[in-house]
């Protein structure tokens, strides 16, 4: 009886001796280990969470920045690529055809060298020495015919090239309107094209009414030219030596019957 309170009293001693060993890791343990304590607030962890975030944020905006202005250079490229909705070509092509048109029913010598040589060699050559009297009448009035015919010509072209000026000015003010209007680079150098082409057609009917007027005066001037020359061969045939005056018989009044 003795010796079992002995050893009840040595195991009570042990156990007292062991609690303090066995409470120490429930002590030292965290209050969040047990999901009821309460939250420690790090303020230097809270300022780098919102300087991270500031950044984060800041890109997005230039990401977004950036995205915008790829979409407007997009659109500018399209409007600088977009054709010009208007041409003018047709126009100028009809009255550059109809200026050429005048200048190739040009009358007798038109435009053409080997023409204009074989001219120069006939008709508005020397007077031939064996040529008879109407024969020499026809190439004059031949020459005048085709003097007259040359300044009716040279009219012609003026009167078309006026026609063409209404035409030319409406063409002028829809393209400075286009180029005004234009959205971008290629409309505006088009429409610069097309008024350098109107230039264009204008330099031509300039030259036209210079050509055909030139051609009238030099029809004129070459036909004073052989007139003179005949003028001179008419004369030598008047002052040939010949048989002379013949005196005869002249009955004034004739006699009755």
Same mark, same amino acid.
């Given at each position: ?7 009840l009293r040595q195991l ?67 409007r600088n690529l977009a054709?010009?909705?208007? $041409? ?39 007077? $031939? ?49 286009? $180029? ?74 004739? $006699?009755?019957?």
């Amino acid at each position: 009886m003795t010796t079992k309170r002995s050893r009840l009293r040595q195991l009570a001693a042990a156990l007292l001796l062991t609690t303090p060993l066995a409470l120490a890791p429930v002590l030292t343990t965290p209050a969040h280990a047990f999901g009821f304590g309460r939250i420690v607030y790090d303020p230097t962890n809270y300022a780098q969470n919102v300087l991270q975030a500031a950044r984060a944020l800041e890109q997005i905006n230039n990401q977004i920045t950036s995205l915008q202005n790829q979409a407007q250079m997009l659109i500018n490229q399209a409007r600088n690529l977009a054709s010009l909705p208007y $041409s003018s070509l047709q126009q100028l092509q009809q009255s550059v055809a109809r200026t050429q048109a005048l200048l190739g029913e040009a009358q007798k010598i038109a435009y053409d060298v080997g023409e204009i040589d074989k001219a120069f060699e006939t008709t508005y050559g020397a007077a $031939s020495m064996t040529a008879s009297d109407q024969a020499l009448i026809d190439g004059a009035k031949e020459r005048w015919q085709t003097t007259v015919g040359g300044l009716q010509d040279a009219m012609r072209v003026q009167a078309g090239v006026v026609g063409n000026i209404d035409t030319n000015r409406a063409q002028m003010s829809a393209l400075v309107g286009q $180029s005004q209007g234009a959205t971008g680079a290629l409309q505006a150098t088009q429409a610069g094209n097309q008024l350098l082409a109107l230039q264009a057609q204008q330099i031509s009917d300039l030259t036209a009414v210079i050509a055909a007027q030139g051609r009238a005066q030099n029809l004129e001037a070459a036909q004073r030219t052989a007139a003179q020359e005949q003028g001179r061969e008419q004369r030598r045939r008047f002052l040939e030596p010949g048989t002379g005056y013949q005196p005869g018989n002249a009955q004034m009044f004739p $006699s009755g019957g």
